[in-house]
């Protein structure tokens, strides 16, 4: 990450539509707290790509599983890695099928993993919590000894990540542009829909709950 906006090492330099490249901290950051999941590139030894829960803490982007996943032990050896995180935020329509497009938010990170030690465990897996919904690390049980001891929490650091955004509307070509079709952005985001609670619960909801319908879901950078 970079406050001068020039990629932080060769390979994480977008080569490609660069004018969409960020290497911000502030952007950086606003993308993955958006996130709840990410993508995590391995190869052990086949090429794996595997979806996984994330969350931030600092420059670290931290991931979590059961000490007998293939994919927590793999990285946890410190085995190169590439975590890839994406938001959809539209569908862009062009005059020409060839100049369609999508509106998004990505980041990449290059680096490794490396696992956190088990004193430092309780306050990372509660700022999961925290990034789950404000208030729950405090509103539910905390893990105790044997979970603790089950679960594998590895961080990589943010320093050599890139992101890439494109929110605008279509490029046609020049000569497109008088064509008869439609041509604009169709929208999307996440939307959060009213909490569904257990049967029995009685009592008043906690805020995260009240307010998450309400919340907005992740807007476009
Ligand atoms: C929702 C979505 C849809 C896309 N659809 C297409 C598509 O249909 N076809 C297509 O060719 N591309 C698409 N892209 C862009 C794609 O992710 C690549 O950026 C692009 O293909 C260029 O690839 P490249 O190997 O030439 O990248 P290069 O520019 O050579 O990549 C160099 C470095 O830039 C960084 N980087 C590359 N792409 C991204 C990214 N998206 N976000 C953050 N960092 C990045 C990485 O560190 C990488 O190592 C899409 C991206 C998103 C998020």
């Not at 999941?37 to 994330?54: G, R």
């Not at 100049?99 to 956190?116: A, Q």
Request: hydrophobic share 40%; with cysteine.
């Amino acid at each position: 990450m970079q406050e001068d906006n020039k990629p932080p090492s060769e390979r994480a330099r977008i080569r490609r539509a660069s004018e969409r490249a960020h290497y911000d901290a502030e952007t950086i950051h606003t993308i993955v707290d958006a996130a709840w999941l990410c993508h995590v590139a391995f190869a052990c030894p086949d090429v794996l790509c595997l979806p996984t829960a994330c969350w931030r803490v600092g420059d670290q982007l931290y991931i979590h599983g059961s000490n007998g996943s293939r994919m927590m032990k793999h990285l946890a050896s410190g085995a190169p890695a590439c975590v890839a995180i994406t938001h959809l935020d539209g569908l862009v329509m062009a005059r020409s099928a060839f100049s369609h497009s999508m509106n998004f938010r990505s980041v990449v990170i290059h680096g490794h993993f490396t696992e956190v030690a088990d004193e430092a465990k309780p306050a990372v897996l509660a700022a999961l919590m925290e990034h789950i919904a404000p208030g729950r690390a405090r509103d539910s049980r905390p893990p105790d000894a044997s979970e603790l001891k089950a679960t594998t929490v590895l961080g990589i650091s943010l320093h050599e990540a890139a992101a890439k955004i494109r929110n605008w509307g279509p490029k046609d070509k020049e000569d497109d542009l008088a064509l008869p079709f439609w041509a604009g952005v169709l929208p999307m985001r996440e939307q959060h829909l009213p909490a569904i609670s257990e049967p029995g619960h009685e009592g008043t909801l906690p805020s995260y709950v009240q307010t998450w319908a309400a919340s907005p879901a992740t807007a476009s950078a």
